[in-house]
């Protein structure tokens, strides 16, 4: 398996993606400046967490229209699996991967902190190694976070089965209290209609070693390379 995680100016959780994809592939993603409008033929893009562009615009706004976007577009239509990790989330609505915006938390401030989400989806290539229902923990870091359609999309989105991750407090339930930035319907990940395509906001990467807390998002990079190996 080769992936490719895509380096925006500002971007700063490609490194702790990259460090996580080695852990599970067993060798160095390549790292891919957005600048360069080729891409090497790999079998899973990843776009990070961070502020591209200072997060200027809108969020993700500008590194939509990086050159390397273009090809990642390209490859995701024509089922090369891309995985976007919050600011890459924000990225994928804005190249119309997946739909929605993401806006700015409910609570008008940045949100930095461990959640519980539970798996609404586990049989994709992304979540396999996960169960139907369980309740990993994971980081969030983000001020724009706010998940947002409109209701049909929303209605859309669940009945296809197509909401990867929600946010939900310990016992399993979707609060308000345990959503960190008002999303709609507690959303915290999506999946496009073909099921190559998965954004979400909170970070597998930051809880893919014991010496970050936790190991729940290493079940999400295993899953890739069972899945596409």
């Known amino acids: 398996m080769n992936a490719a995680v895509i380096v925006f100016p500002g971007s700063n959780c490609d490194r702790d993606v990259a460090t996580a994809l080695e852990q599970a592939m067993g060798k160095k993603p390549i790292m891919a400046w957005h600048g360069n409008a080729d891409l090497p033929q790999v079998d899973l893009v990843v776009l990070p967490g961070g502020f591209s562009y200072g997060d200027y615009l809108r969020c993700g706004a500008m590194a939509a229209q990086s050159p390397v976007m273009r090809e990642v577009v390209a490859r995701a ?47 994709t290539k992304f979540t396999s190694h996960y169960a139907p229902g369980s309740l990993p923990r994971m980081t969030v870091a983000h001020g724009d976070g706010n998940y947002f359609a409109d209701a049909a999309t929303l209605d859309e989105l669940e009945q296809s089965g197509r909401v990867a991750f929600r946010y939900v407090d310990d016992a399993g339930q979707a609060t308000p209290e345990a959503n960190p930035n008002g999303s709609a319907r507690s959303i915290a990940g999506i999946l496009n209609a073909a099921g190559n395509v998965l954004g979400m906001m909170p970070h597998p990467e930051r809880h893919a070693d014991p010496l970050l807390g936790g190991t729940d998002g290493k079940a999400l990079f295993s899953s890739l390379v069972q899945a596409l190996s």
Request: proline content about 4%.
């Open 77 to 123: 239509k024509s089922g090369t699996p891309v995985l976007g990790i919050c600011n890459g989330f924000q990225v994928l609505t804005e190249t119309g991967l997946l739909p929605g915006a993401l806006m700015r938390n409910a609570s008008l401030k940045f949100v930095c902190r461990d959640v519980t989400l539970r798996v609404e989806a586990a049989n």
